[in-house]
C-alpha cells in the first residue's frame, strides 16, 4: 500500500467513524465565502454547465488536496468522500470552507476507510472540496438536494477535476469515485462535466457512485452513460445502496425514486441471491483493537429490484442510528465495508479489461 500524505490517531478513526454516521455537532465552521460570480465553466454549445457559484478553490496549492499519489499503476482514481461537515452549532454555516478542520480531519478518516479500497489498481486523487452541512439538507429530497449540491459544493469539484485532467492526470484513464454527497457530486459530474469534456469521458473506466442512487429516468436523460451490467464492463456506472429488509417503503435520503442497483457480491442486475459465504471479506474497523479486520461470512447481498437496493439481512452489524435521514434499517456507513474484498477485486476486473482492450495496435 502507497505511503499517504496524511496521518490519523486510532482514537481519531474510532471518533470520526461514529461521527461519521451519527448527526452530532463539531466545532465553528471558518466563513465560507458565498459570493456570486460568472464564473463560467468549459461548456459545449448546448450550454450544459453555464454557470457556477462563487470563486473556486485554488487546486494549484497542494494543501487543498487530501492526496496526490506518486505514479505507480496507468489507471487513476479521482475520489469524492462522504459528508464530513457535521455542525448543529448557532453559528454553523450550510456549506463549510475548504480549509475547516474538523471536515478534513473527518475526510482523512473515511478515505481509510473507503478509498483504500482502489490503492490496489490504481493512483488515488482526493481533492477537499466544501461541503454541504448535514442539518441543511435534512428533510430534503433527492431533486432538492442535488440542486443545492449545485453551489460552491460543485464549483469546487469542476475546479479541482479541470486542474487535475491539466496537470495530474497525464492522459490515463481513470475511475471517479464517491460514496454519499461525494456520490451526489460524482452523478453531477456524469451528468454535467463528462458530457461537457467527452474526450475526458471516454478514458473513464467506470464511475462507482456508491450510496446515492442513480435512476432509470435520469440514465435516459443521459443517453450517453450506460449502467453497469455484469462484473467486467467498462464506461459504465456501477452503484448501489444497502439496507435491511425493515427499510422497504421508508424515507431514505440517498434512495430515490426509480434507484436501479448492482449486486456487489455477484455483480447481477437481477434478484438473484448471493449468500455471505460467497462474499470475499467485509473489511470491518475494530473498536477493540484500534485496526481494521477482514471478517468473512458477515454480509449477504439480494437486490430488491423494485426499490433498487441491495438488502443485506446480517445480524453482525447495526444500522446507521442516524434514522431521520436514512430509515430504520440502513447499513448506509458500510456501503463499502461490507463488499470491500469484492469491490477491490471488481475494481482490479475492470481496470485490467479497460487496459486490454485499449492497447495500443502492433
Keep these: 500500500?502507497?505511503?499517504?500524505?496524511?496521518?490519523?490517531?486510532?482514537?481519531?478513526?474510532?471518533?470520526?467513524?461514529?461521527?461519521?454516521?451519527?448527526?452530532?455537532?463539531?466545532?465553528?465552521?471558518?466563513?465560507?465565502?458565498?459570493?456570486?460570480?460568472?464564473i463560467q465553466a468549459n461548456a459545449d454549445e448546448s450550454g450544459i454547465?453555464?454557470?457556477?457559484?462563487?470563486?473556486?478553490?485554488?487546486?494549484?496549492?497542494?494543501?487543498?488536496?487530501?492526496?496526490?499519489?506518486?505514479?505507480?499503476?496507468?489507471?487513476d482514481t479521482f475520489y469524492l468522500y462522504p459528508t464530513c461537515y457535521?455542525?448543529?452549532?448557532?453559528?454553523?454555516?450550510?456549506?463549510?470552507?475548504?480549509?475547516?478542520?474538523?471536515?478534513?480531519?473527518?475526510?482523512?478518516?473515511?478515505?481509510?476507510?473507503?478509498?483504500?479500497?482502489?490503492?490496489?489498481?490504481?493512483?488515488?486523487?482526493?481533492?477537499?472540496?466544501?461541503?454541504?452541512?448535514?442539518?441543511?439538507v435534512m428533510g430534503m429530497d433527492s431533486r432538492e438536494l442535488e440542486a443545492f449540491q449545485k453551489k460552491e459544493q460543485r464549483t469546487d469539484v469542476y475546479a479541482?477535476?479541470?486542474?487535475?485532467?491539466?496537470?495530474?492526470?497525464?492522459g490515463r484513464p481513470f475511475i471517479i469515485a464517491g460514496h454519499s454527497q461525494g456520490s451526489i457530486m460524482t452523478k453531477i459530474v456524469l451528468g454535467e462535466y463528462m458530457a461537457a469534456h467527452p474526450e475526458y469521458y471516454e478514458r473513464m473506466v467506470a464511475a462507482y457512485v456508491i450510496g446515492y442512487s442513480i435512476t432509470s429516468d435520469w440514465l435516459k436523460?443521459?443517453?450517453?452513460?450506460?449502467?453497469?451490467?455484469?462484473?467486467?464492463?467498462?464506461?459504465?456506472?456501477?452503484?448501489?445502496?444497502?439496507?435491511?429488509?425493515?427499510?422497504?417503503?421508508?424515507?431514505?435520503?440517498?434512495?430515490?425514486?426509480?434507484?436501479i442497483s448492482i449486486n456487489p457480491i455477484n455483480w447481477k442486475r437481477d434478484s438473484t441471491y448471493a449468500a455471505a459465504d460467497e462474499?470475499?471479506?467485509?473489511?470491518?474497523?475494530?473498536?477493540?483493537?484500534?485496526?481494521?479486520?477482514?471478517?468473512?461470512?458477515?454480509?449477504?447481498?439480494?437486490?430488491?429490484?423494485?426499490?433498487?437496493?441491495?438488502?443485506?439481512?446480517?445480524?453482525?452489524a447495526t444500522y446507521t442510528d442516524a434514522v431521520e435521514l436514512f430509515g430504520p434499517e440502513s447499513f448506509h456507513n458500510n456501503d463499502y465495508a461490507f463488499y470491500y474484498e469484492n469491490l477491490r477485486e471488481n475494481i482490479k476486473q475492470r481496470v485490467?479489461?479497460?487496459?486490454a482492450g485499449n492497447k495500443p495496435s502492433a
Design 1 to 38: 500500500m502507497k505511503k499517504r500524505t496524511f496521518q490519523t490517531g486510532i482514537l481519531t478513526i474510532a471518533v470520526c467513524l461514529l461521527l461519521s454516521i451519527s448527526l452530532i455537532g463539531c466545532g465553528k465552521a471558518e466563513p465560507a465565502d458565498t459570493a456570486q460570480s460568472d
Design 49 to 75: 454547465i453555464t454557470e457556477l457559484v462563487g470563486t473556486p478553490s485554488d487546486y494549484s496549492d497542494k494543501e487543498n488536496w487530501m492526496t496526490v499519489p506518486e505514479i505507480t499503476y496507468a489507471v
Design 86 to 136: 457535521l455542525d448543529d452549532s448557532e453559528e454553523a454555516l450550510p456549506i463549510c470552507n475548504i480549509d475547516n478542520q474538523a471536515v478534513r480531519e473527518r475526510a482523512q478518516v473515511v478515505y481509510e476507510n473507503q478509498a483504500t479500497v482502489f490503492e490496489e489498481s490504481t493512483n488515488v486523487f482526493a481533492p477537499y472540496y466544501r461541503q454541504s452541512n448535514i442539518y441543511e
Design 160 to 170: 479541482a477535476l479541470d486542474y487535475y485532467f491539466e496537470h495530474y492526470n497525464n
Design 221 to 259: 436523460e443521459h443517453p450517453y452513460l450506460k449502467f453497469a451490467e455484469g462484473a467486467d464492463d467498462t464506461g459504465v456506472i456501477v452503484s448501489w445502496n444497502t439496507e435491511g429488509p425493515g427499510n422497504k417503503e421508508k424515507q431514505n435520503i440517498v434512495v430515490a425514486d426509480g434507484a
Design 279 to 316: 462474499n470475499l471479506g467485509s473489511r470491518m474497523f475494530n473498536y477493540d483493537t484500534g485496526f481494521y479486520e477482514v471478517a468473512k461470512n458477515l454480509a449477504d447481498a439480494q437486490l430488491d429490484t423494485e426499490r433498487g437496493v441491495v438488502i443485506c439481512t446480517t445480524d453482525k
Design 352 to 355: 485490467e479489461k479497460y487496459i
